[in-house]
């Protein structure tokens, strides 16, 4: 890695520490703590800006680099302007030019997808003194499984209406099991019954 590529990682290192400290608490929704055979039902909120044209989901592009002893994420430039310049991103390229096909993976972007929901039933468990995430609004991050699970959904035809919907959308089902070692939520699905949600949930989402 030449010192120019670490410079300018260095400076997205310093962006991102000054982004998390104006960002504040976390807010994602940690429904992978559940138990496995339990499940969170959560209702697909819309994104308030009106140019998003993937309608309640954001794409969400990060690197994820070893540094000074610690992992950390970096949003990829690409994320903002698909035009721009990322040095992660040249690093990446510069060893698959070598044939280094691990390191290129490595520092390669990782894809992933946020949306924000209303979590209608949890199954997380809630230490003392916290509050349960049940009637209030947080992120989710969907990875791989639980994107191509809403993607089919919308491809197959399975959704009468765009899910987000007051009135007439539905709810997600987010039901963790278990293949082999891992946790897997291929069992998730959209609620088979539109539901609209309640005047109180209504009004909490609008304020």
Known sequence: MSKRDLTALKALFSQQDQKNEQRGPN?????????????????????????????????????????????????????YNST?????????????????????????????????????????????????PVGQVKLISLGYSLWKIIKEAFEGGELEDVPFDFQNGCDFIIKKDKQGEYASYVLSQFSRRDRALTPDEIAYVES
């Open 27 to 79: 807010n994602y929704f940690n429904f992978w703590d559940m138990p496995e055979g339990s499940q969170c039902i959560i209702r697909f909120l819309p994104d308030l800006n009106a140019d998003n044209s993937m309608g309640f989901v954001v794409e969400k592009k990060m690197h994820r680099l070893h540094v000074n002893g610690k992992y950390r994420s970096v949003p990829c430039n690409k994320m």
């Open 84 to 132: 721009a310049d990322c040095p992660a991103c040249a690093v990446s390229a510069a060893y698959y030019k070598q044939d280094d096909k691990v390191l290129g993976k490595k520092y390669w972007r990782k894809q992933s997808y946020v949306t924000q929901a209303l979590i209608v039933e949890s199954a997380v468990p809630v230490n003392e003194g916290e509050e349960s």
